[in-house]
Antibody, heavy 118, light 112 residues
């Protein structure tokens, strides 16, 4: 059974940092692209970043470029999102998602809430 | 960025009745590889999204056949042939053809 379990969310002050983790199981992690997608409270979905199987190809939405960094450790079956210089508008539930074939995500974790507030 | 526009944003439907959600993109979603990367997701209250449809019309395993996707270019539709109580939630279209991937605003389906 495919499982994606996010952790690391919490309350952080504006300008602060946080590192999210996603533990993957039930599939061969190293063979899949992976994504982070976020959802502000009561709002829609926003794709944040993608990373390829080897971790050497990454894509970001413009609003997070230079502040959020996606990475992975295939030996640990884990995906990460390093979040720096956080802003109030980064407040959201962050979902880890498996990117299936091209142009899609086919499985989502339950999400972890990040709240940026003083 | 490609803008995805869904309509309606709210859809009250009686049980057993059909429902239809439109999704239009600001540019064609046909990829140079010949595929059209248009997906539909369902998000039930309090849950994470679940993919229903990929590449316009391919239904995911376990998705009831009352759900169907159609369309081409920049105009797409998700149809539910007969709405059931478990279909309550928000439905999102998402394009994976152009970077950055983008989602529609969501359509809230509720029982009338």
């Amino acid at each position: 059974e495919v499982q994606l379990v996010e952790s690391g969310g919490g309350l952080v002050q504006p300008g602060g940092s946080l590192r999210l983790s996603c533990a993957a199981s039930g599939f061969t992690f190293s063979t899949y692209w992976m994504s982070w997608v976020r959802q502000a409270p009561g709002k829609g979905l926003e794709w944040v970043a993608n990373i390829n199987q080897d971790g050497n190809e990454k894509y970001y939405v413009d609003s997070v470029t230079g502040r959020l960094t996606i990475s992975r450790d295939n030996a640990k079956n884990s995906l990460y999102l390093q979040m720096n210089s956080l802003r109030a508008e980064d407040t959201a539930v962050y979902f880890c998602a498996r990117a299936g074939a091209a142009g899609t995500v086919d499985f989502w974790g339950q999400g972890t809430l990040v709240t940026v507030s003083s | 960025d490609v803008v995805m526009t869904q309509s309606p944003l709210s859809l009250p439907v009686s049980l057993g009745q059909p429902a239809s959600i439109s999704c239009r993109s600001s540019q064609s979603l046909e990829h140079r590889d010949g595929n059209t990367y248009l997906n539909w997701f369902q998000q039930r209250p309090g849950q994470s999204p679940r993919r229903l449809i990929y590449k316009v019309s391919n239904r995911d395993s376990g998705v009831p056949d009352r759900f169907s996707g159609s369309g081409s270019g920049s105009d797409f539709t998700l149809k539910i042939s007969r709405v059931e109580a478990e279909d309550v939630g928000v439905y999102f279209c998402m394009q994976g053809t152009h970077w950055p991937w983008t989602f529609g605003q969501g359509t809230k389906v509720e029982i009338k």
